[in-house]
């Protein structure tokens, strides 16, 4: 499972005492998630979830936690983070920063349906509308930056016919005009497994440690490739378009947004068969980490390439 940094309960009840919400009952491994440790905790309170950082650094972490909190108090349906008796959203737990959250409702869909699709395209322009407005900034952790870095890692790892495909999705992104897209604080990691259904109801958005400020177009290309993705990669255009018309309803999108769709969908391939390729092929040690296929996103990429400007785009 993926609890990289293990937390017993008498360090957890005594960290406890530092926060308002009484005092542990029950503290369980979450078994899902590549990134950080994750356990469930309830209280004599109430249900949260503690997560331990395994790559940010304290430095980093404020900018997610309150833009977590901004975001829940713009009404959306974002965990929470719970301040201690300091007025501090982060700790440390186990030589590690640390931070709870509320437990929201709900479980994933793997398998959403158009209607979902639509209320998912709803949802990420109230983030993205609220996202705009957050006061704090800093570059998506997963920018050209990062791309660039991570190609050069993985790329001795790769076919030739990888390598190619990797420098020349490289050399068409650099050609890409970002800066020129509306912009702002976005989630960058919408898969349908960050985001839990109540009901119909979407319960809450989790895992917001990947966001940043870059083009809302980026956010809703990582969303839309994952969410209505068919069994070989391609775009099912049902989906799609009611993902895109549920976004576009409460943000309209512009022309020029229109016209960067298809680069957008590559971008967000490239940097979800990075991370992957990363994972795969340089991992951190751990207790029992998932890595998830690299080759997906290296076939979605490709799919995207080959339906060019034929995209399925809103209603
Ligand atoms: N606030 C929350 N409320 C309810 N369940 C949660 C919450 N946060 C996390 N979970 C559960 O924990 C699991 C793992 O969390 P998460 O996806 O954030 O893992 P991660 O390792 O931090 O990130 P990644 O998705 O990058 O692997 C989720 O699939 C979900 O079941
Ligand atoms: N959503 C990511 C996992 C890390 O957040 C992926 O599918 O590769």
Known sequence: MSVFTPVTPDALDEWLSNYAIGHLIELRGISEGVQNSNFFVTTSLGRYVLTLFETLSHAELPFYLH???????????VPAPIADLDNEYLGTLSGKPAALVRRLSGASDMSPNAARCTKVGTMMAGLHLAGQRFGRRQENPRGPEWRARTAQAVRPYLSADEQALLDAELAFQASIDVAALPSGAIHADLFRDNLLWDGDEVGGVIDFYFAGNDALLFDLAVTVNDWCADATGGLDPVRTR????????ERPLTDAEHAAW?????????????SRAEDFHLPRDGEMVLVKDPNEYRDILRQRIVAGDTLPWHD
């Open 262 to 274: 298809p680069a957008m969908l590559r971008a967000a391939a490239l940097r979800f068969w990075l």
């Open 242 to 249: 009611a993902l895109l018309t549920g976004y576009h309803t």
């Open 67 to 77: 833009l977590m909190a901004h975001l829940a108090r713009h009404g959306l349906p």
